[in-house]
T-cell receptor, first 113, second 112 residues
Framework: GDSVTQMEGPVTLSEEAFLTINCTYTATGYPSLFWYVQYPGEGLQLLLKATKADDKGSNKGFEATYRKETTSFHLEKGSVQVSDSAVYFC????????????FGTGTSLTVIP | DGGITQSPKYLFRKEGQNVTLSCEQNLNHDAMYWYRQDPGQGLRLIYYSQIVNDFQKGDIAEGYSVSREKKESFPLTVTSAQKNPTAFYLCASNARDRGVQYFGPGTRLTVT
């Protein structure tokens, strides 16, 4: 079945450091891929998405490229800020399973000044 | 503004009582979902509904019940049969044939 695997945290970085959070997926069809962010005590917010192979999603300095050959959608940011501290979830939606969403377990990021 | 509302933000109940969590959306989405999130954990699907008057069990439906009488509303009842009900509950919705899934702000339920 469909699934998402993302790197375990927690991740702690200094301000202005480079961020990578790895995400790989398994899907029967051609899924859409997403990154969501969750701040403490809140719901999830869409950060970026990509709907087909080689698409790059980007938002607020974050980027992720849909790599079909490696079934990956790694999240990157060149220079993190304290305000980026949150939990990040990788997710997929697959038309073959009625657009059911599958989420990774989340990666907690803390950025220290 | 369109979105998903969940109420209340915090809910406290005594063990043995049923409690209903509210979820309303004005996005005209067909599909709605309930997830449970425990501290430091990911999301686990409780129930979902793709259309009015129809819903399916997710991965952890035991001890929960739902109804979908209106397109806008998908309330979740946590029954006394749920052994560990204390958690953060998230409601979400999306258009049936497309992503993105949108989330409400969540309800934190504490049962003592």
């Amino acid at each position: 079945g469909d699934s998402v695997t993302q790197m375990e945290g927690p991740v702690t970085l200094s301000e202005e450091a480079f961020l990578t959070i790895n995400c790989t997926y398994t899907a029967t069809g051609y899924p859409s891929l997403f990154w969501y962010v969750q701040y403490p005590g809140e719901g999830l917010q869409l950060l970026l998405k990509a709907t087909k192979a080689d698409d790059k999603g980007s938002n607020k300095g974050f980027e992720a490229t849909y790599r079909k050959e490696t079934t990956s959608f790694h999240l990157e940011k060149g220079s993190v800020q304290v305000s980026d501290s949150a939990v990040y979830f990788c997710a997929l939606s697959d038309r073959n399973t009625g657009n059911q969403f599958y989420f990774g377990t989340g990666t907690s990021l803390t950025v220290i000044p | 503004d369109g979105g998903i509302t969940q109420s209340p933000k915090y809910l406290f109940r005594k063990e043995g009582q049923n409690v209903t969590l509210s979820c309303e959306q004005n996005l005209n989405h067909d599909a709605m979902y309930w997830y449970r999130q425990d501290p430091g954990q990911g999301l686990r699907l409780i129930y979902y509904s793709q259309i009015v008057n129809d819903f399916q069990k997710g991965d952890i439906a035991e001890g929960y019940s739902v109804s979908r009488e209106k397109k806008e509303s998908f309330p979740l009842t946590v029954t006394s049969a749920q052994k560990n009900p204390t958690a953060f509950y998230l409601c979400a919705s999306n258009a049936r044939d497309r992503g993105v899934q949108y989330f409400g702000p969540g309800t934190r339920l504490t049962v003592t």
